[in-house]
């Protein structure tokens, strides 16, 4: 037998199965797969009334980084103001320069007051814009009216 092949050989008390364990040198042969590099995508920007969510994914639409205002440290009206919606888009950003991000298509949606400065945010950290899309929801006939009030 050799080096390379050696393995601990054990029996459970109760089943009587041998169970074979790798060897320490075995163990570290095993290898994480490397990161991908992403270098364009899409940028998602989620401006609420109550917070901001930035969330950046690679061509195939898998988000590979995130951040909110909540998860920026912000709490409580603080979470919906334009300077946190800027922190939640810069620790995206940088999450995301990890993959190699670089350039990307911006998607916003909502009505919040984060809209614009989260796009400060990303142009701060360097990510190149290549388009913004407005993709927020607007109704065609709104909900149903409320009936006219009798008095």
Not at 15 to 36: F, I, L, M, Q, S
Not at 102 to 122: I, N, S, T, W
Not at 124 to 136: M, N, S, W
């Amino acid at each position: 037998m050799t080096e390379e092949t050696k393995t601990t050989t054990t029996t459970t008390a109760a089943t009587g199965a041998a169970v074979t364990e790798p060897t320490a040198e075995e163990k570290k042969a095993v290898r994480r797969n490397k990161r991908k590099t992403v270098v364009s995508g899409a940028v998602y920007v989620q401006a609420g009334f109550n917070n901001t969510i930035v969330s950046f994914a690679d061509a195939d639409g898998k988000v590979i980084s995130w951040a909110t205002s909540g998860s920026c440290g912000f709490k409580g009206s603080k979470k919906a103001t334009p300077y946190a919606a800027q922190m939640a888009a810069e620790a995206a950003a940088e999450k995301a320069k990890a993959y190699g991000f670089e350039r990307g298509d911006v998607y916003v949606k909502g009505v919040g007051h984060g809209r614009e400065q989260a796009l400060r945010g990303l142009i701060a950290q360097g990510i190149t814009i290549l388009k913004i899309v407005d993709t927020t929801p607007v109704p065609h006939n709104g909900c149903r009216q409320p009936r006219t009030r009798r008095v």
